[in-house]
């Protein structure tokens, strides 16, 4: 099999690029290990920035997002008991955000690929990239029992953080950086609507808690626990009675229970893998980085690497400059330390770290309170969270 660009993983990253060049009219094929339906119902990230909505809409894939996705002004910041709204229009001159699932993400994508694209294979497991700095990479992947190549003369690993692209990069021009953190996130989908209609960030004293949505019948709830908690450890009670808790404030808001139907545990983690080129091999997404999900901006990263890949071969098939893929890790990086930045940021801010001191619980509450007093920090935050832009 041969291709212009091969694509490994088809996430958001790998799918968003397939739509990108076929409507650049540029080839791809995309290998994806797991089925349609693991793909589909995986659930992750759920807030689009504005500059993933604009792109999502420019490659005609939003229609479905405008129809049922919610568009949100602002956030809560709760601690102490207090309240503090974040206005992200008023403080960003118009900017929001998106609460449209990345599941539905896919779920668009993919339909668009099957009818409109090019191929696209489940159950088709890249095993390695070889020849990633000569004129013509490949991708050995094993579909139907059968081992195969595809032969490219790109090769994109938008293969998540467990992918195998990136071993393709020689150790020694490798450079990782990496943070974990001692705690985790117990989410939970429950069908109950949200008992708020933004998304409430609540600092506490036993630790984070984050109250978002699906949709307006379904709630999606995290609590910070321990690192290496198992979900089956809480009981359904337990969950709702802890996330009461983190909650509380001085009025009579109240927080609505219903049926847990999915929870797990998501640990923390800050990674970057420099260079995100090596050759004619392209990382882009969870391939190359993570970042703890406080920030909301892992979906939103690989959507800015793919449309940097896609703008950046289309400019070398329109003038014959290589320029701009030559840049592509420098590019991509400016945007990914900053995103690194304010995750870290929001997640220092926000979680309890075991063993802290009281000095260092009381600048987190001040750096809190510096939030809600002053426009210039309170404009920061909102502008980090609707988005970086593209350059
Ligand atoms: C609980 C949670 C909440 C999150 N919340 C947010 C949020 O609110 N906002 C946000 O922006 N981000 C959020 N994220 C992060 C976001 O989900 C990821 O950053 C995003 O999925 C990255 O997309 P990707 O396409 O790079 O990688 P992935 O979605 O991981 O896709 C990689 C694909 O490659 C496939 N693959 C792997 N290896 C191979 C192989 N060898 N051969 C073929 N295919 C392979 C995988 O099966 C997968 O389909 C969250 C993540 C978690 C876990």
Known sequence: MRTTVGIIGAGPAGLLLARLLHNAGIDSVVLESRDRAYVEHRQRAGILEQGTVDVLRAAGAGERMDREGLRHDGIELRFAKRRHRVDFPGLTGGRSVMVYAQTEVCKDLIALQLKEGGPLLFEAEALAVEGADSESPLVRFRHEGREDVLECDYVVGCDGSWGVARKAIPEELTQVFERTYPFGWLGILADVPPS???LVYAHHDRGFALLSMRSPQVSRLYLQVPEGTDAEEWTDEAIWDELERRFETADDWRLERGPITQKSVTPMRSYVHEPMRHGRLFLAGDAAHIVPPTGAKGLNLAVGDVVTFARALVHLKETGSAERLDAYSETCLRRVWQAERFSYAMTTLLHRTPGATPFEDRIQLARLDRITAARSAEQDLAECYTGFPLE
């Open 196 to 198: 708020h209609d933004e």
